[in-house]
């Protein structure tokens, strides 16, 4: 019995340190290099044939895209010569899996047989007394069928005229940048921004991609690249605050945590804070 409670007890108390975590936020900004316009959702590049948007903002930062196309021909993505390129290490666009979706049904049935015969004796009275005894069976089957798609991922992606299809694959950063200047547990009076200029810049990121306009058009590359120009770490009252929604002028009556800086050219890590000796 006392091994029984103590082990409720230490997971009760696992449970409540597990609750009591507390959170911090590492926040990046980052700047686009050359023909991007910005605007309060998103990052926009754009040439005669296309709108490229970006909105980075998630945990680990969302290099995915929304690609636009402007013309009146179907437009023709080369995933295959695409790539994500992260501090000079290329990542593909067009990794030849195969997909495989599944489905199945089942059903069930059942049967039952009955038979009864009538019983003369004498009861507890001693009184003659007719009874009816009945027995039955039953039955039952199951039955299921299903089958399974399998599919090649495509390397070409079509994008039909003055329609837009979103591509992503890849998070931009999930490891934390440690630095001398930042306080990896910062209480609010310790915040402190660390800025870069791209030549030193611990993050250059940026998306090849190749296109064509029509079939047999010649290959259009260009190249979006980013740097990171400044790394804050917040704890979590900072960054976060509890406020109730509001739509067509009504207003919840419960509270959810919503970013209270939240930008395009922006994404974070969130951490917990672990018991070690090191403060930055």
């Known amino acids: 019995m006392k091994t029984i409670t103590k082990t409720i007890a230490f997971a009760f108390f696992a449970l409540l340190l597990t609750s009591c975590t507390t959170t911090y936020y590492q926040v990046y900004k980052a700047k686009p290099i050359d023909n991007f316009t ?10 005669d044939n296309c709108k490229v948007s970006y909105n980075l903002w998630g945990d680990g930062g969302d290099v995915g895209f929304e690609f636009y196309n402007k013309t009146n021909e179907e437009i023709f993505v080369n995933l295959e010569e ?23 049904s089942g059903a069930t049935s059942s049967k039952s047989i009955s038979t009864s015969k009538s019983v003369t004796g004498i009861n507890y009275l001693n009184l003659i007394q007719n009874n009816i005894i009945e027995a039955s069976a039953s039955t ?34 999930e490891r934390l940048y ?6 990896k547990y910062p209480t609010k009076s310790q915040i402190k921004t660390k800025s870069f200029s ?41 960054i ?27 994404f974070y890590i969130r951490y917990p804070k672990v018991n070690e000796k090191f403060k930055h």
């Open 38 to 47: 910005t605007t309060d959702s998103n990052l926009v590049y754009e040439d």
């Open 82 to 104: 695409s790539f994500f390129i992260v501090n000079g290490v290329a990542h593909d666009y067009y990794k030849k899996r195969i997909f495989t979706k599944s489905a199945s």
């Open 140 to 173: 039952g089957q199951v039955s299921s069928s299903g089958y399974s798609t399998a599919y090649y991922e495509q390397n070409v992606l079509h994008i039909p005229a003055k329609t837009s299809k979103f591509i992503s694959e890849y998070s931009i950063n």
């Open 178 to 183: 440690r630095d001398c200047d930042l306080f």
């Open 198 to 238: 791209k030549v030193d810049s611990p993050i250059v990121f940026s998306n090849r991609i190749s296109y064509t306009v029509g079939r047999s058009a010649e290959p259009i590359k260009f190249v979006n690249e980013f740097y990171v120009t400044e790394v804050t770490n917040y704890p979590e009252g900072e």
């Open 240 to 266: 976060i605050e509890s406020k109730g929604s509001e739509y067509c002028g009504e207003k919840s009556v419960t509270k959810r945590k919503y970013f209270k800086d939240v930008s395009p050219d922006k």
